[in-house]
C-alpha cells in the first residue's frame, strides 16, 4: 500500500506530477499556517454579534452550534477557523462556485466584513461536534483502508496526508471527520465536475469511483 506522498527530491526525478502537487499542497498550507497560527482573537463585540449571527441565521442551515442535522449542509462544529475562513472569503468573493454555494452562500455571505468572517470561524471552530453517524461496518472498513493508506493501482494518495490520522485536519486543511455523507459525496462531485475548483482534490476525486468515493464519505461521518 502507498505510505507516503513523495518529496521535493521525487518531483525532481520524475515522480508522478500528482503526487508532486499534493505535496506541494501541503509544504505550502504547513509554512502559511504558522503565520496564522497566532493571530488576534475577535474582539469581545464582534465574538457576540458572530454568535447572534450563527444561531439566528446560520442556524436554520446548518445547526445553533453548528452540528447540521440536515444532510445537505454541512457540519461547522469544530471546524478549522483558517479553512472557514477562506471558504466564507470565496463565498462572498464568489469564487467558490458549486451550486449551494451560488444557490445560498454568495448571497448570505455578501454583507460579511472580514471581521466578521473571522469572528464565525472562531465561533464554530470552539463548538463541540456530535458524534459521528453509524453506517455499514463492511463499507466504513473499506472506506477507512483508502483514507489511510490511498489506492496505489488506482493512484490515489493517502488521505490522512492532508487531513489527518484522526480526520480533523492538518493545518489549512478542514476537518472531515464526524460530516454528512451526502454532504462529502456531493463535493467530491463538485471537485471531479471542476465545479468547485480546487486542483489537488480534483485530481484525488478523479481517481476514485463512486463506490470508493461512498466507502471513504461513510468511514468519514462515522468519525468524531
Not at 457576540?48 to 461547522?76: D, I, K, M, T
Not at 454532504?183 to 480534483?202: D, E, G, H, I
Amino acid at each position: 500500500m502507498m505510505h507516503n506522498i513523495g518529496t521535493a527530491s521525487d518531483c525532481r526525478h520524475g515522480f508522478p506530477g500528482f503526487k508532486c502537487l499534493v505535496q506541494a499542497a501541503v509544504t505550502v498550507a504547513l509554512t502559511c499556517s504558522g503565520a496564522l497560527a497566532h493571530a488576534d482573537e475577535p474582539d469581545a463585540g464582534a465574538q457576540a454579534y458572530a454568535q447572534r449571527l450563527a444561531v439566528g441565521v446560520c442556524g436554520a442551515c446548518h445547526g445553533p452550534n453548528g452540528n447540521s442535522e440536515q444532510p445537505r449542509f454541512p457540519r461547522l462544529a469544530g471546524q478549522n477557523a483558517n479553512y472557514l475562513v477562506t471558504q466564507l472569503r470565496a463565498f462572498r468573493d464568489e469564487t467558490r462556485g458549486d451550486p449551494d454555494a451560488i444557490g445560498y452562500m454568495w448571497g448570505m455571505a455578501r454583507q460579511l466584513d472580514d471581521a466578521t468572517i473571522d469572528a464565525l470561524a472562531s465561533y464554530y471552530s470552539r463548538q463541540k461536534p456530535n458524534e459521528g453517524e453509524g453506517g455499514d461496518p463492511a463499507l466504513i472498513v473499506r472506506g477507512r483502508e483508502t483514507y489511510e493508506h490511498g489506492i496505489e493501482s488506482q493512484g490515489v494518495p493517502m488521505c490522512v496526508s492532508c487531513h489527518g490520522a484522526d480526520a480533523r485536519g492538518i493545518a489549512d486543511f478542514p476537518r472531515l471527520a464526524g460530516q454528512h455523507a451526502q454532504y462529502t459525496l456531493k463535493q467530491l462531485r463538485a471537485y471531479q465536475s471542476n465545479m468547485r475548483s480546487a486542483a489537488v482534490m480534483r485530481g484525488i476525486a478523479l481517481t476514485l469511483g463512486d463506490q470508493e468515493m461512498e466507502a471513504v464519505a461513510a468511514y468519514l461521518a462515522a468519525q468524531q
